[in-house]
């Protein structure tokens, strides 16, 4: 009784930054890569690399000032051993180890907007979105094949709780000499376990990806030794030979659209699976391909729609946490970068399932443009006699998106005392209406 008493007093003082780090705090309590440091400790440090994702500085040297003039508490900070701790093997380990700590709160959590929520058949698949990101070069990188090259980065996000991985960063030339990596070349290289996205054993992993991921030889490899199967788009230079149809309910009101869904060879001799799928908005034709032949087309069809999720978490992290230049020139620095950002992100879906299930707050003026989205293109795919595919119009909203508005508030509170209702009463009419 006395310790529930305690934490409902904490919870009565607690700050935004309380709650806002409480999931990190809880994550490097545990976590195997801790050391002690008294220069800088890794709690000072992983709050750091967090808020120079959050707070946008002009670089790295405006960071460590901003720290010593508002933020007291982490006077260990310096530029050198800021910089220091980035090159850092040990740090990223911890970094990394972190992430996937937050990574499994973020699934816990509960998640009324789940889009595949009621869809039985993917009981069985944890269903993850990847794809590569660029940022600039940073001031001090070298120069590869006569002139500096950005750094591509390969994220996944699982597209039922949005929590975001970092797979690894494109190294020119580690393999071939060539001067840039390509997607492919950098997921063949990853074992199969970091593809499986730390899911448990006898869970499949269905991964969406853009035409870039596309190596049948590859892909029979992931599935029959791992687990994993893939869904993209098919090229359209590709010459797949039609070898037979497959079979679908076509009174599943999911599978409007479907076209045709056939199994199809190459010259490779694999055979794939595609779905031929007609938009009903724009009427416009896609066609898929996948080594998955158990799932419903339309639902296929559904899963790599919401492969846009996380080009969404892309943009927003280049033009609303103005993340778009390397901080570092190392390969340690730039997959430390990485993951800072993934442990940004997921601490603010980790804030939101608290807003949600604690204040019954969701951000209403976002999910209303979207509602009214969803209505527009319905009336327009009715109009041209198209029914829709009806998990469009089924499932629950959410926004992958957070409002300027919430993130210039989280900005303010972060670096003021105020209490946590307060800053929530603050907060409540910004998520109702655009200022």
């Excluded at 499949?204 to 596309?214: E, F, G, H, N, Q």
């Excluded at 869904?231 to 409007?256: A, F, W």
């Excluded at 199994?263 to 009903?280: E, Q, W």
């Excluded at 339309?298 to 230049?325: S, T």
Aim: net charge positive; glycine share 6%; with cysteine.
């Amino acid at each position: 009784m006395r310790a529930m008493f305690r934490t409902m007093e904490k919870l009565i003082h607690a700050t935004v930054k309380d709650r806002f780090f409480s999931p990190l705090k809880d994550a490097l309590e545990t976590a195997t890569n801790a050391r002690r440091c008294d220069k800088l400790p890794d709690w000072d440090f992983l709050r750091a690399g967090v808020g120079r994702c959050i707070q946008t500085p002009a670089s790295g040297r405006a960071w460590v000032q901003h720290l010593h003039h508002f933020l007291s508490r982490c006077a260990p900070v310096t530029v050198t051993n800021f910089f220091t701790g980035l090159r850092s093997g040990r740090r990223l380990d911890l970094v990394r180890e972190v992430n996937e700590k937050l990574v499994a709160q973020c699934a816990q959590q509960h998640n009324a907007a789940d889009p595949f929520f009621g869809c039985s058949e993917l009981d069985d698949f944890a269903v993850w979105a990847a794809d590569g990101h660029y940022h600039q070069c940073s001031t001090h990188d070298a120069q590869v094949g006569g002139r500096k090259r950005a750094p591509g980065h390969l994220f996944a996000l699982n597209l039922r709780s949005l929590a975001l991985r970092h797979l690894d960063v494109a190294r020119p030339g580690l393999r071939d000499g060539r001067k840039k990596e390509h997607d492919i070349s950098v997921l063949k290289r990853l074992p199969a376990s970091m593809l499986r996205m730390g899911e448990p054993k006898g869970k499949k992993v269905l991964m969406v990806y853009d035409p870039a991921v596309i190596d049948f030889g590859q892909w029979y490899k992931w599935k029959k030794g791992s687990g994993i199967y893939i869904l993209t788009r098919e090229k359209k230079n590709m010459k797949l030979q039609v070898i037979g149809e497959h079979e679908y309910d076509r009174s599943d009101p999911r599978n409007n659209g479907i076209v045709a869904d056939q199994l199809a060879g190459h010259s490779k001799g694999r055979t794939v699976r595609r779905i031929t799928y007609t938009d009903p908005v724009s009427g416009k034709t896609y066609r898929f391909i996948t080594n998955e032949i158990t799932l419903p087309p339309g639902l296929l069809a559904y899963i790599y729609r919401k492969r846009w999720d996380i080009e969404k978490v892309f943009d927003e992290i280049k033009n609303r946490m103005n993340e778009k230049k390397a901080w570092g020139k190392t390969d340690e620095a730039k997959c430390q970068q990485a993951n800072f950002i993934c442990l940004t992100h997921n601490l603010l879906v980790l804030l939101e399932d608290i807003l949600e299930a604690e204040e019954g707050m969701l951000d209403n003026k976002v999910l209303r443009r979207r509602r009214k989205r969803i209505r527009d293109q319905a009336a327009k795919a009715e109009a041209a006699g198209r029914p829709m595919n009806s998990l469009l119009l089924s499932r629950a909203a959410r926004a992958t998106q957070r409002s300027v508005q919430f993130l210039r508030w989280l900005r303010h509170e972060l670096l003021a005392p105020t209490s946590w209702r307060s800053a929530v009463a603050c907060l409540r009419p910004l998520m109702e209406n655009y200022l």
